[in-house]
């Protein structure tokens, strides 16, 4: 059976602030379960790790890079490229999964830093 993750269910794991739950965690990851991981989830954790706990963005890549790369967790192809271009940008998430998902098309944004995304081909093409 198919396990979903919830934001809180992570921020649990990363912080390990309620020590319990994050071992419950732990002991989901390593499981043999099929484990997916919703696209917002990505967004979602850099926010509250940032904000509620003052995560640094190079902690926070090495969580997603460590999401992603477990075998028992599916994430979409977008949340993966994502991830990526978060590494490689002063990006948000939530705008490396838009470049990520504009990869075969045109990307209609007046947002100059996610349209200079090498992988960008914008809509409107001198509006930046």
């Known amino acids: 059976m198919r396990v979903i993750l919830d ?33 917002v989830v990505f967004p979602e954790l850099e926010y509250i790790l940032v904000k509620a706990y003052g995560i640094k963005r190079d902690d926070l890549n090495s969580f997603f890079k460590f999401l992603i790369s477990r075998d028992n967790i ?30 075969n098309g045109l990307l209609a944004s007046f947002d100059k830093e996610l349209l200079v995304i090498e992988s960008i081909k914008p809509y409107w093409q001198n509006r930046v």
């Open 7 to 39: 934001t809180n269910t992570l921020i649990r794991f990363f912080t390990r602030d309620i020590e319990a739950k994050a071992q419950e965690v732990k002991k989901l990851l390593d499981s043999s379960n099929d484990i997916f991981i919703p696209d």
């Open 74 to 103: 599916t994430t979409t192809k977008e949340v993966r490229k994502g991830v990526e271009i978060f590494q490689d940008s002063k990006l948000d998430m939530a705008d490396c999964i838009i470049a990520a998902s504009s990869a």
